[in-house]
């Protein structure tokens, strides 16, 4: 209803223009002397510049937006340049341009605004900047313009959308942690050793498939050269340090600082050497398998900065029924911003059965732990379950308390 209403809006404002002009000059004809014709004569250069402006294409406008980057982490500022050119120097009144903004940028805090009021003039090409300056977490698309063109009068305005698309990619904020892994567990705490994590080299075990991450060194040309495809040698591990972690997508207040907190867990155990899985159950189940090198951390990053706060299925429940659980001999690493009776207990029935589980429970930065957290902690420690408590900006003490051996 609307779009066949413009038609006609059209055509009414056309007919009121040719009013008013005729109206002034029966006014200067009538009337005579100096004043009624000096009206008519002032009011004729605007009505000219209104039919001139009915006449005038948007189409000859071409838009484009100058992205620095592709690529940012969480908080950081983002600074765009759009450009506007077009073939005719057809004096404009103003040019109002809006950048398409997806609903959470638009609401992240703008230095200078993705709307502005231009004066082009008889311009053929201009500018202008608008800055966001922190980026929230995800993957941010930007799909097109409008623009909006008018006269003095207010009597004749176009508006045209110009398809202008682009994408950010904004991964979680990470901070550099010293991860330490768990090694042995008794009454005064946990060990670990600041060394990077090796595999004994020299003994070779056996040949599986490449996985991105392993070195050039270790292809078994000889198995390769067999099966017509790259195999890798399998060598024996000093000890496994390979860690499994599992983050909690139920919403919260403190969902982005646990993003945040299991992107600088896992890039920390990859950087150390060791190799880490990660699980999600969010709209969707996600899952990666336990690998390292460069290439996997790419791959949870990108996962990290698209998920949302968005899962059915309490911790628990996924503890539960996950059959990935029984699969795995691995240690495990919970991260949670809810930490309850029922989490403990199935955590401590996964840990004697599979190894050692930590929960790492993410807490605001200002945030004191409750008298029920407290008493939970005392249940988990009892019963073999470590929770270690992390606020947010601060997620280097995650590892402080474990001691060196």
């Not at 005719?88 to 341009?97: D, R």
Request: some cysteine; proline content about 4%.
């Amino acid at each position: 209803m609307k779009k066949l209403w413009i038609p006609f809006k059209k055509v009414w404002k056309f007919i009121l223009l040719l009013f008013l002009i005729l109206l002034t000059f029966s006014y200067a004809m009538f009337q005579g002397g100096f004043v009624s014709w000096f009206l008519f004569y002032s009011f004729l250069p605007f009505a000219i510049y209104c039919v001139a402006l009915s006449f005038y294409s948007l189409n000859e406008l071409e838009v484009t937006r100058v992205l620095p980057k592709s690529d940012y982490n969480a908080g950081e500022t983002l600074k765009v340049s759009v450009t506007v050119k077009r073939s005719k120097a057809f004096p404009l009144f103003y040019l109002l341009i809006e950048d398409q903004l997806d609903d959470v940028l638009n609401y992240a805090p703008q230095r200078k605004k993705a709307k502005a009021l231009i004066l082009p003039g008889f311009k053929k090409e201009f500018s202008y900047d608008y800055i966001i300056d922190e980026l929230p977490r995800g993957e941010h698309f930007f799909t097109s313009f409008t623009l909006k063109i008018g006269d003095s009068l207010g009597l004749f305005e176009k508006e045209r959308t110009v398809e202008a698309a682009g994408k950010i990619i904004v991964y979680p904020a990470y901070s550099d942690l010293l991860y330490r892994p768990f090694e042995n567990q008794y009454d005064q705490g946990l060990t670990a050793s600041r060394e990077r994590v090796q595999r004994d080299t020299t003994m070779a075990v056996g040949v599986r498939d490449y996985q991105p991450g392993d070195r050039f060194s270790w292809i078994n040309w000889k198995a390769s050269a067999k099966r017509n495809e790259i195999m890798t040698k399998e060598f024996e591990q000093r000890q496994s340090h390979d860690v499994f972690v599992v983050m909690d997508c139920v919403p919260d207040k403190c969902f982005e600082p646990v993003v945040s907190f299991t992107a600088s867990l896992v890039r920390a155990i990859l950087k150390k050497g060791a190799q880490t899985g990660l699980l999600t159950i969010s709209k969707e189940r996600a899952t990666f398998p336990i690998r390292g090198g460069e290439q996997h951390l790419q791959q949870l990053f990108y996962h990290l900065a698209k998920i949302e706060a968005k899962s059915l299925r309490s911790f628990e429940k996924v503890l539960e029924t996950e059959a990935l659980f029984i699969q795995q001999t691995v240690s495990f690493m919970l991260v949670t911003a809810q930490l309850t009776k029922p989490l403990i207990e199935k955590a401590s029935f996964l840990g004697k059965r599979k190894g050692s589980i930590t929960i790492f429970l993410i807490k605001g930065q200002t945030e004191s732990p409750t008298e029920n957290e407290r008493s939970l902690v005392g249940i988990a420690n009892a019963r073999g379950v470590r929770v270690v408590m992390v606020h947010e900006g601060d997620y280097k003490a995650a590892f402080s308390e474990v001691v060196a051996r």
